[in-house]
């Protein structure tokens, strides 16, 4: 509880929102940065137009500037536009800001998850009518396996191969022997994926004696293309009836045909289910949690000694730490000299987890919160828990909701980390100290699943404030950690299509739900702005109008990148 202490929690509260009254909604610390959020706020409607047509110029000069530079400017772009988007909305819809609720994105009704295969996707061919047989040796954890998988099924679709069920990794860091009928229910696995690729278990006996060579071994590059595998491998396929690929970890481009990201999400969202085993205990696991709390947050911890030593950042942990992490970095030769207060501000360095209570604390969730927490092996065990435990008494772990169900699963950790896999999904708000694998999917799992709140930690400017903290009160620390997490709440809106690697962010399998009459002629009633509508300004983006109100009736707050910064308010509510 001292930790707890140490902030005076809610004493400056009501000065402090006096002060920001008086200040304009948006000018905390400083009245004159931030310009373009004004029209946001109670300025008058003149210069909110103005902004518009500035920022209108703006994007017409980056659509210029972006006919040379391509790329870069296409970000920029892609902001700018959101600006006059989000100028325009604010006239539909008058002034009101809105807050985000910390438990559930109110926009995520208005998503759904939609992987149907479309009418002209080629169907699965008969395994004699194949290619051949594609056998796959995935690697890496549970996680990335499971991405290897994925890429497995659309790999085998691109060349018409008959997919062999994907041996898993046996000598990963993480020393698990289970194989893929261990972990993944295999049948429901070839079954649901019927239409789309035929499955076998192996390779057949007449085949295999037929073959006048051993199967085929080769390693593609990273990412590479679908014409990569029709150029490279297809020619072999045919040639050897037999190819095995192995280390098979994001070998497959992350940007692909509409058609083929679906596909990914049939096979990571559908067909991928674990084993009947590993689904009870989860699915009990989660009751367990449910009977104590209506909802639950599930924190996913990465903290294993090989991880922080591997980030090169320092803890605080004192000399004792530095030695030990020194000692694990010298096993890999070729690690560069880290500066660990550079990579800190680099936003590479994990959070501590009780950084991440303190995040959690700052963005609004009480100290009577149940928390689940997700993880292996904690570097410093229960001392590097405990300041968490502080900030929410209600921890638990599997091992603590669990009892001697968990004993057949402890020797192998792609198991265990598949129950805390389910727990995580199943949670009300998820958190992650890292970006990692598991982290990656399930975020992108829970977009398709209905946008359930996912919260990244923006490590970069979290960074700076944990280290400045002790120079500013809670009321101010928790304002500053609100404003830095906008953008990083796994709100619908917060990424733009086809950045980021696919897992995480599924876009192709993500749709927006049509806008219905009744809920606009709703919302008109609710905004007696919309009369001062500039009708000039609107005419001109009459064709767009009707897309605007839906699309930005759905956005409430924040980008991340240009338009969020230091905005600070009540964007964060129950
Ligand atoms: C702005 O609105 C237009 C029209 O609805 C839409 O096509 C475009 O994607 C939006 N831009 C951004 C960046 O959201
Ligand atoms: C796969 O089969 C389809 C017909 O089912 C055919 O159109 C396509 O060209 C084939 N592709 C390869 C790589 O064999
Ligand atoms: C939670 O916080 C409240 C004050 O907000 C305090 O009275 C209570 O003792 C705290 N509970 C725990 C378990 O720390």
């Not at 046996?170 to 229910?185: A, I, L, P, R, T």
Request: aromatic fraction near 10%; proline fraction near 5%; charged fraction near 25%.
């Amino acid at each position: 509880m001292g930790v707890a202490k140490a902030w005076r929690f809610s004493m400056i509260a009501p000065n402090l929102a006096l002060l920001q009254q008086q200040n304009g909604a948006f000018s905390y610390g400083n009245g004159h940065k931030h310009e373009c959020w004004r029209w946001r706020s109670s300025a008058s409607q003149r210069r909110s137009i103005s902004w518009s047509l500035l920022c209108g110029l703006m994007l017409f000069g980056l659509g210029l500037i972006s006919l040379f530079t391509g790329h870069v400017a296409s970000h920029l772009e892609w902001y700018s536009q959101r600006l006059v988007n989000r100028s325009l909305y604010s006239k539909l819809q008058g002034d009101r800001r809105e807050a985000i609720g910390i438990w559930k994105s109110k926009y995520s009704k208005d998503y759904y998850g939609c992987s149907e295969r479309g009418p002209k996707f080629a169907p699965a061919l008969h395994e004699r009518a194949s290619n051949g047989y594609l056998l796959i040796a995935a690697s890496g954890g549970l996680n990335q396996q499971r991405t290897g998988i994925t890429d497995a099924v659309v790999v085998a679709w691109i060349l018409n191969a008959t997919l062999v069920v994907p041996e898993l990794d046996h000598h990963s860091y993480w020393k698990d022997n289970s194989d893929f009928v261990n972990v993944f229910d295999v049948n429901w696995f070839i079954s649901s994926l019927a239409k789309d690729i035929t499955i076998v278990k192996r390779v057949p006996d007449k085949v295999m004696r037929s073959m006048e060579k051993p199967p085929y071994t080769m390693r593609v590059p990273r990412k590479s293309t679908p014409e990569y595998y029709l150029d490279q491998v297809l020619p072999i396929l045919l040639r050897r009836r037999v190819v095995q690929l192995t280390k098979f970890d994001y070998r497959l481009a992350n940007n692909l045909d509409e058609e083929l990201q679906k596909l990914r999400c049939r096979v990571n969202y559908h067909s991928l289910r674990f084993t009947k085993p590993i689904r009870e205990l989860g699915e009990n696991l989660v009751m367990r949690m449910r009977k104590m709390a209506k909802r639950f947050i599930a924190v996913h911890l990465r903290f294993e000694p090989d991880m922080l030593a591997f980030s090169g950042c320092y803890y605080g942990g004192g000399e004792k730490e530095r030695s030990e992490l020194a000692e694990i970095r010298k096993r890999w030769v070729t690690l560069p000299d880290l500066s660990p207060d550079g990579e800190r501000k680099r936003g590479k360095c994990p959070l501590t987890p009780h950084e991440v209570g303190l995040m959690l604390r700052a963005l609004g969730f009480a100290n009577d919160t149940y928390l689940y927490i997700a993880s292996g092996e904690i570097y410093g065990g229960e001392g590097t828990l405990r300041p968490l435990r502080a900030l929410f008494p209600n921890f638990y772990t599997k091992e603590m909701l669990a009892n001697e169900e968990l004993k057949p699963f402890l020797p192998f950790s792609s198991r265990l980390a598949a129950i805390d896999y389910i727990v995580c999904d199943e949670s009300d708000v998820f958190v992650t100290n890292n970006n990692g694998n598991m982290a990656k999917i399930l975020a992108g799992r829970r977009r398709y699943m209905g946008h359930k709140r996912t919260i990244r930690p923006n490590a970069k400017k979290l960074s700076t404030l944990f280290m400045a903290r002790h120079q500013m009160d809670w009321e101010t620390f928790s304002k500053k950690v609100k404003s830095c997490q906008r953008g990083f709440m796994g709100e619908p809106d917060e990424m733009r299509p086809g950045r980021g690697e696919f897992h995480e962010f599924p876009y192709s399998c993500v749709c927006e739900k049509p806008f219905s009459n009744d809920e606009r002629s709703k919302d008109e009633s609710n905004h007696p702005h919309q009369e001062q509508v500039d009708e000039d300004l609107v005419s001109k983006h009459v064709e767009v109008i009707q897309d605007e109100k839906s699309f930005l009736k759905k956005r409430s707050i924040g980008g991340p990148v240009i338009l969020g910064d230091n905005v600070n308010d009540e964007f964060f509510s129950d």
